[in-house]
Nanobody
Framework: QVQLVESGGGLVQAGDSLRLSCAAS????????MSWFRQAPGKEREFVAR????????VYADSLKGRFTISRDNAKNTVYLQMNSLKPEDTAVYYC????????????????WGQGTQVTVSS
């Protein structure tokens, strides 16, 4: 199995950028497709972005294309989420998740989750 720890969240102003990191430990990181999800207060968890095991394929939520970028460094066992031009509606707890082999955009498909990191964007 794999353990996931997110970091990099915080309080920023609208228009700022943040880079989230998710460090993995345990079994071979490169075996896992990785995703970011987020959950705002009172809302369901939603898909943000995912990346294939080798990093060659990325998929984004339509509403976030062009502002968010997912990447991974398998040598460092880490996946990143670069968030630019942040908006107040991006405020949420951001979670990374791991799925053995092929990634999907459904949270129910993921076996392993981090504890989440809070991102708050003020207007």
């Amino acid at each position: 199995q794999v353990q996931l720890v997110e970091s990099g969240g915080g309080l920023v102003q609208a228009g700022d950028s943040l880079r989230l990191s998710c460090a993995a430990s345990g079994r071979a990181f490169s075996m896992y497709a990785m995703s970011w999800f987020r959950q705002a207060p009172g809302k369901e968890r939603e898909f943000v972005a995912r990346i294939s095991r080798g990093g060659g394929k990325t998929v984004y939520a339509d509403s976030l294309k062009g502002r968010f970028t997912i990447s991974r460094d398998n040598a460092k066992n880490t996946v990143y989420l670069q968030m630019n031009s942040l908006k107040p509606e991006d405020t949420a707890v951001y979670y990374c998740a791991a799925r053995l082999t092929i990634g999907t955009s459904r949270s129910d498909d993921y076996e392993y989750w981090g504890q989440g990191t809070q991102v708050t964007v003020s207007s």
